[in-house]
């Protein structure tokens, strides 16, 4: 299966300032998802990006505040904007495996904003 | 957006007892999976069970579906230290989101 190398493993942000999570695949793939796990909860989906298109999102997670890129089959950036401490959260990437058997997830972003 | 709710929210067993969690789901899916995170890192799949299926091993695990009920159950067996950890199912519809499930917290004591 797919394996995912995601940048920074955890940060701590001042309130008002953005951070951009990074995400490498070690193969081409379609469709690459962003989630969000607040604390203590389970994950939501931010939103779905594609190659060579815009992202699509979930409802309640805007472009503004959650841009994302993906410029190649096996990169994809995610900012979370002018960040507010209800932004602390660990953020997931995630494929689809290839061999059909569910998804890989990043190690993700643990993410404390002060 | 969330669909599966899981009970208990929390399980707490001895090393070599079993552990059995619940999960259940609202609308029509492709498959249902379950997954690990230890310690809110990212999370490992375990095992995919599809609509048409009704059971299946995984070594330590067995997970049953029961589409009629929308649920599904997740046992491990023997459970050891190392199963410390939170577990989530996750339901795939045809868009190939998934949705989760609130998630159990499953403690092993030695």
């Known amino acids: 299966s797919a394996v995912i190398s995601q940048k920074p493993s955890r940060d701590i942000c001042q309130r008002g300032t953005s951070l951009t999570i990074q995400c490498q695949v070690d193969?081409?793939?379609?469709?690459m998802f962003w989630y969000r796990q607040q604390p203590g909860q389970s994950l939501t989906l931010i939103a779905t990006?594609?190659?060579?298109?815009?992202?699509?999102?979930e409802s309640g997670f805007v472009i503004d505040k959650f841009p994302i890129s993906r410029p190649n089959l096996t990169f994809s950036t995610l900012t979370v904007s002018n960040m507010s401490p209800e932004d602390s959260s660990i953020y997931l990437c995630s494929v689809h495996s290839h061999r059909g058997e569910g998804y890989t997830f990043g190690s993700g972003t643990r993410l404390t904003v002060v | 957006s969330q669909q599966g709710e899981e009970d208990p929210q929390a399980l707490s067993i001895q090393e070599g007892e079993n552990a059995t969690m619940n999960c259940s789901y609202k609308?029509?899916?492709?498959?249902l999976q379950w997954y690990r995170q230890n310690s809110g890192r990212g999370l490992v799949h375990l095992i995919l069970i599809r609509s048409n299926e009704r059971e299946k091993h995984s070594g330590r695990l067995r997970v049953t579906l029961d589409t009629s009920k929308k649920s599904s159950s997740l046992l491990i067996t023997a459970s050891r230290a190392a199963d410390t950890a939170s577990y989530f199912c996750a339901t795939d519809s045809n868009d190939y989101k998934l949705s989760f499930g609130a998630g159990t917290t499953v403690t092993v004591r030695a």
């Open positions: 193969s081409q793939v379609t469709m």
């Open positions: 609308t029509s899916i492709n498959n």
């Open positions: 990006a594609n190659q060579g298109s815009e992202a699509t999102y």
